[in-house]
């Protein structure tokens, strides 16, 4: 039997979202060569260890809600390799200097999750707020929108995730001596002073698409680039797959454009979780992935029960094998088959 990642498609390639099966992204911190920073218990700081040490994998993630810890790891290691990714990360040889530093961020432990019911929008906006204050205590003007309502008249809708998001992200404490903005939304006019922008879970709508709102960002932020103004622009928890509707909207006409264009966004995280068939029980496994290890590479965890000192049931991720590449489905199957 093939493993999946759950009732919802999981990505391949940085937004889309074609079923996998197991998948997970866990990162370190490095902060120089050899060594990376792990988050602490408590979420906020982080502690330094040799990086061939191996990572310890936050475990009972089907326990909801996450303790506190639990969500900070994921927060701190979504930080570390999107900094990397910001701040060390060489742009490609065959970009233009002026071109957008173009991101993508993809961590879907339950809490993150839309297609499940423990889906937790709290926790998707304090990993917002995580990343958008380190960005800006490093010298960036950060600027944090989500997507308007797509469609017209009786057809216009926002997706439920979303709903209310930007309500909520006006009245957060976005702490002192951190400016970020709130955008009023995805668009050209949405690109201005500010060095680096946040877009928080776009996707396409049946019979609306979202792409090109970004699209016009990113044209924008070109245009910006070549007066000398560097722009990053960061995708959390995109969705960008092609939704079908009787419209026509997002049919097979220019679909491999919306593809390259979505793959133009480099992934600097990404973790999702395996599960042996559709339900999000039992987890199998974890993908993992951070630009921020001393070695990146896409990595295949598998979960296993064990009884600990005190003969009471306990559960650890070991490193089953490494890719060069996010792995495909059967790849992903083919590394539990063979290490069982």
């Known amino acids: 039997m093939m493993l999946t990642s759950g009732t919802i498609a999981a990505p391949r390639g940085p937004m889309s979202t074609r079923a996998v099966p197991l998948a997970g ?10 060594q990376v920073a792990v988050a602490s218990p408590v979420g906020r700081a982080t502690t330094t260890c040799n990086a061939s040490a191996p990572l310890e994998i936050p475990t009972r993630l089907n326990t909801i809600p996450h303790p506190r810890e639990t969500r900070y790891w994921f927060y701190n290691d979504v930080v570390a390799a999107v900094e990397t990714a910001v701040f060390d990360t060489p742009p490609p040889s065959t970009s233009d200097p ?24 709290g926790s998707l906006l304090e990993c917002v707020r995580e990343v958008s204050t380190s960005l800006s205590k490093r010298g960036k003007k950060v600027k ?25 992200l006006l009245q957060m404490d976005w702490g002192e001596d951190t ?9 050209r006019e949405e690109i201005d002073d500010c060095d680096s922008y946040i877009l928080i879970a776009p996707q396409n709508l049946q019979g609306s698409s979202v792409l090109p709102f970004i699209q016009e960002m990113v044209e924008q932020a070109t245009e910006e680039g070549k007066q ?11 969705r ?24 133009t966004f480099s992934p600097a995280y990404h973790f999702r979780l395996l599960y042996l068939g559709v ?18 590479s896409w990595q295949v965890f598998r979960r296993a029960d064990f009884k600990d000192e005190n003969n009471m049931p306990a559960e650890s991720y070991g490193l089953l ?6 792995p495909a489905a059967g790849e992903i199957t083919a590394a539990f088959q063979k290490k069982r």
Do not use: W
């Open 25 to 34: 992204r866990i990162g370190q911190t490095p902060r120089r060569a050899g």
């Open 240 to 263: 960008l797959t092609d939704v079908m509707s009787s419209g026509g909207v997002m049919g097979v006409r220019g679909r491999q454009e919306r593809m390259d264009f979505t793959n």
């Open 321 to 326: 094998e490494s890719f060069d590449h996010e």
């Open 144 to 168: 944090v929108a989500v997507q308007q309502s797509l469609g017209e008249g009786v057809f216009c809708g926002m997706p439920l995730a979303l709903s209310g998001v930007k309500r909520l």
């Open 279 to 296: 339900a999000m029980y039992p987890i199998m496994g974890c993908l993992r992935y951070n630009c921020a290890d001393a070695d990146p």
């Open 98 to 121: 002026a071109d957008p530093n173009l991101i993508s961020v993809f961590c879907s432990i339950p809490e993150l999750n839309p297609a499940y019911d423990v889906y937790r929008v």
């Open 179 to 187: 400016p970020v903005s709130i955008g009023e939304g995805l668009g």
């Open 228 to 238: 000398g103004k560097k722009k990053d622009i960061v995708l959390i928890n995109a």
